[in-house]
C-alpha cells in the first residue's frame, strides 16, 4: 500500500499560513486596544485631578489668572478624552474585524483538517482492506497446498 498523501495539502498550508496570520494580528489589534484604553485611563485621571484642584480651588481664593489657567487646562484634558475616547472606539473596531477574520481563518482551517481525517480514514481503510485480501491468499494457497498434500 502507497503511503498516505493528502491531496490539499498545500491548500491546508496556505490555510494555515493565513490563520497564524490572522492571530498575529488579532494579537496585535489586542494590544494596541489595551494601550489606547490605558491612554483613556490616564487622561480621565488627570480630567479628575484638575476638576478636584479646580473645586478645591473655589474653597480658597483663587487668583483670576489661575482660575482661568485651570479650566484651559480642564478644556484641553477634555479634548484629549474626547480624542481618547474616539482611539479606543476606533481600536476596539479594528480588534472586532481582526477577530471576525481569525475565526473565519479558523474555522476555513477547520474544514481542512476535517477533509485530511476523512481521507486519512478511508486510506487506513483500503490498507486494512488490501492487508485483508493478502491474507486470505496466502490462507487460501496454504489451505490449497495442504490439501493437495493430503489428497496425493
Do not use: N, P, W
Not at 474585524?97 to 481569525?102: A, G, I, Q, S, V
Amino acid at each position: 500500500m502507497k503511503r498516505f498523501r493528502f491531496s490539499l495539502q498545500s491548500v491546508s498550508t496556505l490555510r494555515s499560513l493565513r490563520e497564524l496570520q490572522a492571530r498575529e494580528s488579532l494579537a496585535a489589534a489586542i494590544r494596541v486596544c489595551e494601550q489606547t484604553e490605558l491612554a483613556l485611563a490616564e487622561v480621565r485621571a488627570r480630567r479628575d485631578l484638575l476638576e478636584d484642584l479646580v473645586r478645591s480651588g473655589r474653597a480658597f481664593t483663587l487668583r483670576a489668572a489661575e482660575h482661568v489657567a485651570f479650566l484651559e487646562s480642564l478644556g484641553s484634558v477634555r479634548s484629549d478624552e474626547t480624542a481618547a475616547l474616539k482611539a479606543v472606539a476606533d481600536a476596539r473596531i479594528v480588534r472586532d474585524r481582526r477577530l471576525d477574520e481569525y475565526y473565519a481563518a479558523a474555522r476555513a482551517m477547520k474544514v481542512i483538517d476535517k477533509l485530511e481525517v476523512r481521507a486519512r480514514a478511508a486510506h487506513r481503510i483500503a490498507a486494512d482492506r488490501e492487508a485483508q485480501i493478502a491474507l486470505d491468499e496466502r490462507a487460501g494457497s496454504a489451505a490449497a497446498r495442504a490439501s493437495h498434500r493430503y489428497l496425493s
